[in-house]
T-cell receptor, first 115, second 113 residues
Framework: GAGVSQSPSNKVTEKGKDVELRCDPISGHTALYWYRQSLGQGLEFLIYFQGNSAPDKSGLPSDRFSAERTGGSVSTLTIQRTQQEDSAVYLC?????????????FGPGTRLTVL | AQSVSQHNHHVILSEAASLELGCNYSYGGTVNLFWYVQYPGQHLQLLLKYFSGDPLVKGIKGFEAEFIKSKFSFNLRKPSVQWSDTAEYFCAVRNQAGTALIFGKGTTLSVSS
């Protein structure tokens, strides 16, 4: 079946511009996660959505970052006034639901380059 | 705060050599541990996971990992690597809230044929 999809696959933007990154989770998955993978830094958690519950935003690095999830499915991560340090691969993952036993399935990521 | 340390940044092996990649985590309570792999040009995928029970966990492609609570470790092993194991390997622990994974910085494995 279809996995997690993300768009665009690559995004180049100028410093100060806003960007939107999209994630389509696996159908039926109620939990959705955003991570950021910077060179040499591994993956950092950004935000987590579970159904209609309030999201866990504890990983967002600044108030320039926000995310929403419409209809419990598609999610958009928005970065306002981008900075060069925002350059990274942004990964989305989904799981059947929150819980200890539920594997997170990752998308291919969006590579963001801020010039 | 919880953290994960992977001590080997880049490991280079010949085919048929044995592999052990180190992973240590900081949290002392109940832990759920994972190893993910990212092959060149592919998505992150789960290799194996530990939740409870037998501390020796077997995963896909002949990989295994051992949970040693006293050492806060979850090292990944494979008796005989193949060229196709060339990839980046990430160790992760579920955060206390259960809402995310905390990843190590990854280990790049290069296997020469």
């Amino acid at each position: 079946g279809a996995g997690v999809s993300q768009s665009p696959s690559n995004k180049v933007t100028e410093k100060g511009k806003d960007v939107e990154l999209r994630c389509d989770p696996i159908s039926g998955h109620t939990a959705l996660y955003w991570y950021r993978q910077s060179l040499g830094q591994g993956l950092e958690f950004l935000i987590y959505f579970q159904g209609n519950s309030a999201p866990d935003k504890s990983g967002l690095p600044s108030d320039r970052f926000s995310a929403e999830r419409t209809g419990g499915s598609v999610s958009t991560l928005t970065i306002q006034r981008t900075q060069q340090e925002d350059s990274a691969v942004y990964l989305c993952a989904s799981s059947v639901r929150q819980g200890v036993y539920n594997e997170q399935f990752f998308g291919p990521g969006t590579r963001l380059t801020v010039l | 705060a919880q953290s994960v340390s992977q001590h080997n940044h880049h490991v280079i092996l010949s085919e048929a050599a044995s592999l052990e990649l180190g992973c240590n985590y900081s949290y002392g309570g109940t832990v759920n541990l994972f190893w993910y792999v990212q092959y060149p040009g592919q998505h992150l995928q789960l290799l194996l996971k530990y939740f409870s029970g037998d501390p020796l966990v077997k995963g896909i492609k002949g990989f295994e990992a051992e949970f040693i609570k006293s050492k806060f470790s979850f090292n990944l092993r494979k008796p005989s690597v193949q060229w196709s194991d060339t990839a980046e390997y990430f160790c992760a622990v579920r955060n206390q809230a259960g809402t995310a994974l905390i990843f190590g910085k990854g280990t790049t494995l290069s296997v020469s044929s």
